[in-house]
């Protein structure tokens, strides 16, 4: 297999928080195997010239849900699968063009989508999915109107949903367990209250603790992880006292709570984008009263928790939770998070702390030997400029995914 050469370049060292000049990075197959500072000897591969562009590592946003193909979440459950998956091949698309090499589905990508990208019938970032996520009755992933119904565990074979319900240890392994025989990479928890459902308040907490140990018993047995949804500093405390590794939006942690977070070694997943987004953008596009009054809570914090955990040393990686038509917002979140952490922080986010965070460190998230060639080449700084990994990828003259070039504009 002859190799690539990518030369005349500056690397960015997503660690340092630097650019480094180096002469040669070589890719064989879907890896790098080399950076060095000599060029390639005449005729050994292909050499590509990047025109002094800057080289960095392919971007990871963490939360993203590729089959919420509607703001509204309860009504996609009665589209056709067909329709959803149709739909969910274009959010991806998108995706991979504004940079995003890899996303972590936080519910309702299922293992055929992820093959779809792997066997190259979808272009797409590579996918790790959790299946559906996992609510007690009445929390925040049971989307069943507030009328009577049957027993929500008939309509645990709906696909389009992003959530099942299970209540009780019992069926909360078993949940869990079901999870991952679908192919779950992790397993994701509904933990306090939410802006979308109608349910429950943000300040809800939800599962017991001995449900919320069962879970990270489960998740661990089977050599994974588990990622949940949480807003209140009490919701966050009890999911890091079971072993939840992920803790995702974290809108009104406090000091305490960061600080216990940074002892046991959890991760945050903000995603203050959406808040943003939902409140331009929400009413306009049918999203119900409710669920903006609840987005009140939540929208003018959201910053205060970032300077919340970086002061306790809490690892955050990239997320942005968008939904719908508000998909095209998802490098937004670099604006709002370089107002407040340094540009080779936020940076890091979406790179290699991402990559610790879903168990691929030094396989994604850099430049690297022996890490997947999934890189992106930037007209610009991003050290210098945040703007140039902002908006639909139009400051990304190539963008590589596993070795090869899914777009090429040099």
Do not use: W
Not at 253 to 273: K, N, Q, S
Request: charged share 25%.
């Amino acid at each position: 297999m002859s190799r690539q050469h990518l030369t005349n370049l500056r690397v960015l060292d997503v660690r340092m928080g630097q650019l480094r000049s180096d002469i040669c990075v070589s890719i064989q197959g879907e890896r790098i195997v080399e950076i060095s500072d000599r060029a390639p000897s005449d005729g050994d591969g292909e050499t590509i010239d990047l025109g002094g562009r800057v080289l960095m590592p392919g971007m990871i946003d963490c939360h993203a849900h590729v089959t919420a193909v509607q703001l509204n979440l309860a009504p996609t459950r009665q589209l056709p699968v067909s329709l959803v998956t149709a739909g969910a091949s274009r959010i991806m698309r998108d995706m991979l063009m504004r940079g995003f090499t890899t996303v972590r589905d936080a519910g309702g990508a299922d293992r055929g989508l992820k093959l779809a990208v792997e066997q190259g019938l979808f272009v797409g970032p590579r996918l790790f999915i959790c299946g559906r996520a996992i609510s007690q009755t009445g929390g925040h992933g049971d989307f069943r109107p507030q009328i009577d119904q049957p027993d929500p565990g008939s309509f645990d074979h709906l696909f389009n949903g992003i959530g099942r319900i299970a209540d009780g240890v019992p069926e909360v392994r078993r949940a869990a367990r079901d999870e991952i025989r679908l192919g779950a990479d992790h397993i994701k928890i509904m933990a306090s209250g939410g802006v979308a459902s109608m349910a429950d308040p943000i300040d809800f907490l939800q599962y017991s603790e001995e449900e919320l140990e069962a879970f990270v018993d489960e998740a661990r047995r089977a050599r994974t992880y588990v990622m949940a949804h949480t807003y209140t500093a009490d919701a966050i405390a009890r999911c890091v006292r079971a072993g939840v590794r992920s803790i995702e939006h974290a809108n009104l942690i406090d000091e305490e709570t960061a600080a216990l977070m940074a002892e046991r070694g959890a991760f945050m997943v903000p995603t203050l984008v959406t808040y943003e987004a939902l409140a331009r953008e929400g009413r306009a596009l049918g999203f119900s009263e409710v669920g903006l009054e609840k987005l009140a809570k939540v929208l003018d914090v959201g910053t205060r928790s970032l300077e919340i955990a970086k002061a306790a040393g809490v690892k955050m990686a990239y997320g942005t939770d968008l939904l719908g038509d508000l998909h095209r917002y998802q490098s937004d979140e670099f604006r709002i998070r370089g107002a407040v952490l340094s540009a080779a922080e936020v940076i890091r986010s979406a790179t290699e702390t991402a990559a610790e965070l879903i168990g691929m460190a030094g396989q994604l998230g850099v430049v690297a030997p022996g890490a997947y060639a999934d890189l992106l080449v930037v007209d610009g700084n991003p050290l210098d400029d945040l703007g140039l990994l902002q908006g639909q990828g139009e400051h990304l003259r190539a963008i590589v995914q596993g070795g090869r070039f899914v777009k090429n504009e040099l």
